[in-house]
Every structure is written in structure tokens, then in C-alpha cells.
């Protein structure tokens, strides 16, 4: 039996690399959970409150319009990894999806699902330049130091 590899997913390149990276390198007798997070603004599209602005409470059809359409984007990003995965030889029952809305924040959220029982949590790197990832940080940094019960390998 393989190991529990968690890979934190969002529809950007880098993640797309580290499933990628896991589809070459690691053997398909491992279970692999695709994990994203998504913000969580669908309380924002059912507000209803007077306090509400007049500019966002007339642009909030269009904020909403564009929070569904990330969600399609993310789900399509998704399908897309199974798929390469799959294509490598990885079983479909060995093949999560999970998806959870943005709990204490997107590094801590991936951290708390990698304390559930994974041995390897994989993620992209961002591109941006080691002096902004120093002064900013990345998520890919905070995961490191918050998954400390977990290998965590950083793909770029």
C-alpha cells in the first residue's frame, strides 16, 4: 500500500506542475487527495443588508457572476489533474477530489487537512522573487512551517 499524498490545488500553473510532478514520479499504488480551498463569498452574494454600500450593493450581481465563475475554473483545473493522474497510471479509486470553503486561511486550512492522516503534502511554488516571498511570504512557506507532522515537498 502507497502513501497518503495531499496536493494543494488552485487552477493556477504551479499546482498544475506539482500534480505534474507527482503523475512522473511517485508510484500509482499511492492515494492522492487534490486539495483546494476556495473563499468563501457566497455569504457575500446573499447579503442583503442595508448597511451594504450602493456601489457594491449595485455591483454585487457582477462580484458573484465572477466568484461562480472562479469556482467553474477551479472544478475544470481539477477534473483536468484527475485526468493526468489517471493517465499515469494512477486508479480512479485512488483519486480524491475535496474541495472546502476558506476556513482560518488558505496555508492553515491545507495545514489542518494535512494533519488528517497524509505523509506527503505537495504544492507549486509561486513565482514571484525570493525578496517579495521573504517581506510577504507565500503559501507555499506558511504550509512548510505549519504541516510539521507532514513531509511537505515544494515544487517550482
Do not use: W
Not at 3 to 14: R, T
Not at 50 to 75: G, H, M
Not at 88 to 102: L, M
Request: net charge neutral; charged share 25%; hydrophobic share 40%.
Amino acid at each position: 500500500m502507497g502513501q497518503k499524498i495531499l496536493i494543494a490545488f488552485d487552477d493556477s500553473e504551479n499546482a498544475l506542475r506539482a500534480v505534474q510532478y507527482v503523475a512522473r514520479t511517485f508510484s500509482p499504488d499511492n492515494h492522492i487527495t487534490l486539495f483546494s480551498v476556495l473563499q468563501d463569498t457566497a455569504a457575500l452574494c446573499d447579503m442583503n443588508s442595508p448597511e451594504l454600500t450602493p456601489y457594491f450593493k449595485s455591483q454585487q450581481q457582477a462580484f458573484c457572476a465572477l466568484e461562480d465563475k472562479k469556482k467553474d475554473l477551479v472544478s475544470t483545473a481539477l477534473a483536468k489533474a484527475a485526468d493526468i493522474l489517471r493517465q499515469a497510471g494512477f486508479e480512479v479509486e485512488n483519486i480524491a477530489i475535496k474541495t472546502e470553503p476558506k476556513k482560518k486561511g488558505i496555508a492553515r486550512d491545507i495545514a489542518d487537512e494535512a494533519r488528517s492522516g497524509y505523509d506527503l503534502v505537495v504544492l507549486g511554488r509561486r513565482g514571484i522573487s525570493s525578496i517579495k516571498d521573504f517581506f510577504l511570504g507565500t503559501i507555499s512557506q506558511k504550509v512548510l512551517s505549519l504541516a510539521q507532522e507532514s513531509s511537505t515537498l515544494i515544487v517550482s
